[in-house]
C-alpha cells in the first residue's frame, strides 16, 4: 500500500528516512541509483552523484527551490516535459522522460456507451473544476465529477464548488474512484476536461483517457501542448470561448486514432527505452570498465593480463 493511503501513516518523512538508510548501506551493490522523492536524498547524493539519477514530479517555480538546485548543480537530474524546466536554475539535465502506461492497462473504447463529459483529479483552484463546470453548462452536456478532496482544499470545496454543482443539475460529484474504475469512466465519456490553470508538469490523465480513446479538452499551461496532438488526440485551448466551441467539434477526434497516439508515444515500454538511455549518459555508465591486472606465474616469467571487472550492463535500483 502506497503511504500516502495507509492510515497509520500521518508522516511519509520518517518512512523515506528509513528508506534512504537501507539504500545507503547497500549502493555499492548497483549502478544506477533513480530516485523519485524529489530531494531528500541530496545528502547523501555527493559521494554517488556519478551514478545518481533523480526524476523530479512536481512543479519547480516555487521560490524555496531556486537555491537548493543551485546548491547541486551537478546532480543529474529528469523532467517529465520541457515546460516543467522553465523555472530551474542551471542544472545537469540528462533529459526529458514523458510518462508511460503499460499499453493494456486500460481498455480502448471505440465506442462510448455514455453521454458525458469527465472531470478526473483533484477539486483544487489549479484543477479548474469550475471551469469544467462551466464548460457543461455553456454546452449543456452532463459532466460526472471523479475526484478526491485533499484537507488543504476543504473550504474551497464548501464555498466554490460544492454549491456549484448543486446548482446545475447536469453535473454529478461522484468522488474518489480507484485505478479498476477509470477504464470505464473515462472510456465511456464524450471527453476529458482537463481545464487547468497552472504549470502542470505531466498530467498523467490525459494519457490515461488517450488510452481509452477518450479525447481530450485542456487549457495551454503547463506540459499540455507537449502532451496533446491539436486536432489529433484533443484540442488545446486558451480561453472559455475556445474550450466551449472544442467541446461542440469533440465529434471530429477519432478514437482510434487517438489510441493510437498513446501506444506510439506513451507506452511504459517507450518511457523504460527513455530511462535506459539516460541511464548510459550517467557518467559512471560512460567510463570505459576498469581493469585489474591479473599475474600468472609461468615458469620462468609471469604472464600479465588484463581482466575487467565490471558488467557491461548495468542494473538498477528506484528508491520511491
Known sequence: MALRLDPGVKDMTPHHVMMLDRVAHRAHEFDVLHFHIDHLHYPLMRPYVDRILTTLHGRLDLPDLMPFYSAFPDAPL???????????PPVNWLGTVLHGLPENVLTFRPEPSGNYFAFLGRISPEKGPDKAIEIAARTGVPLKMA??????????????????????PNV????????????????????????????????????EAMACGTPVIAFAHGSVPEVIDHGVSGFVVNTMDEAVAAAHSIGSLQRHAIRAQFEQRFTAERMAKD??????????LRRPPQLDVLTIPAGEEAIRMPVPTVSPDPSAVSAG
Open 78 to 88: 529528469v523532467s517529465i516535459s520541457n515546460a516543467q524546466r522553465r523555472p530551474m
Open 147 to 168: 475526484a478526491k478532496i485533499d484537507a488543504a482544499d476543504q473550504c474551497y470545496w464548501d464555498q466554490v464548488i460544492a454549491p456549484m454543482v448543486a446548482a446545475h
Open 172 to 207: 454529478e460529484f461522484i468522488g474518489e474512484i480507484n485505478e479498476f474504475q477509470k477504464a470505464d469512466f473515462l472510456g465511456n465519456a464524450r471527453a476529458l476536461l482537463f481545464p487547468i490553470c497552472w504549470p502542470e508538469p505531466f498530467g498523467l490523465v490525459m494519457i
Open 275 to 284: 530511462y535506459l538511455a539516460a541511464y548510459r549518459r550517467l557518467p559512471a
